[in-house]
């Protein structure tokens, strides 16, 4: 989603940044298929390791939590120092920083600090974004739960081109809420730079 993010509010005129601080399960080998490169895609920059670590600067190879991944790989996660350099990374005044997590909002950074401590101290908007799936109606609630008295932008990303389960997740959470939730259609990860098949509404949700 932060991709199609990026990619349209560059079309619409607006200056963006985005990063991924923290991303596991990287494999060099395959590193044209993760979220960092395709982040730096969306963005028309050119592909380097000087551009991967400036959006991805802690990389690791298993595919677990950050935590687990940092000790599996013999490393130590510095909560101040990703803090830090997500503040850094956002303080040009004049464009939009996205800043993609991983993992759920409560998914641990460090062993006592998750996402969701991150997003408080950063003082940031959110943007949700939920699935269709049997569950996801508990799985959203409680995310919103827990991000009350932030401000909120909930994007439900479509997994299948027919999904009946869809418009009951956004009717409920509705109706719980009060909250618009924005449909982004299914687009196929098959299709070179899949973001360019998104709507332009997109950005459009986040700016109102």
């Known amino acids: 989603m932060t991709t199609a993010l990026c990619w349209h509010f560059r079309r619409i005129g607006h200056n963006v940044q985005a990063i991924k601080p923290v991303i596991t399960g990287w494999n060099s080998a395959t590193e ?12 028309e920059c050119t592909v380097s390791e000087q ?16 935590n687990v991944a940092a000790d599996m790989s013999g490393a130590h996660l510095d909560y101040e120092e990703i803090l830090r350099f997500c503040r850094k990374s956002s303080q040009t005044l004049d464009s939009y920083t996205f800043i993609e997590g991983v993992g759920g909002v409560m998914s641990p950074i460090t ?3 998750s996402c ?3 997003i408080h101290d950063l003082g940031i908007d959110v943007v949700l974004v939920i699935g269709s799936y049997l569950g996801s109606i508990s799985h959203t609630l409680t ?3 827990v991000l009350q008295g932030l401000r909120i932008h909930v994007i439900l990303s479509e997994k299948e081109e027919e999904n009946p389960c869809a418009r009951d997740v956004v009717e409920y959470v509705n109706q719980y809420y009060n909250c618009t939730v924005y449909i982004q259609e299914h687009v196929s990860r098959n299709l070179r730079a899949p973001w360019t098949h998104t709507s332009p509404e ?3 949700f986040l700016l109102r």
């Not at 044209?32 to 963005?43: A, F, P, Y």
């Open 202 to 204: 997109i950005a459009h």
């Open 32 to 43: 044209g298929e993760s979220d960092t490169v395709k982040i730096i895609q969306s963005l």
């Open 116 to 118: 969701l401590e991150l």
């Open 111 to 113: 062993e006592n600090k």
């Open 143 to 145: 995310a919103m739960k």
């Open 51 to 66: 551009s991967i670590s400036r959006v991805s600067p802690w990389r690791f190879e298993a595919p677990r939590a950050p």
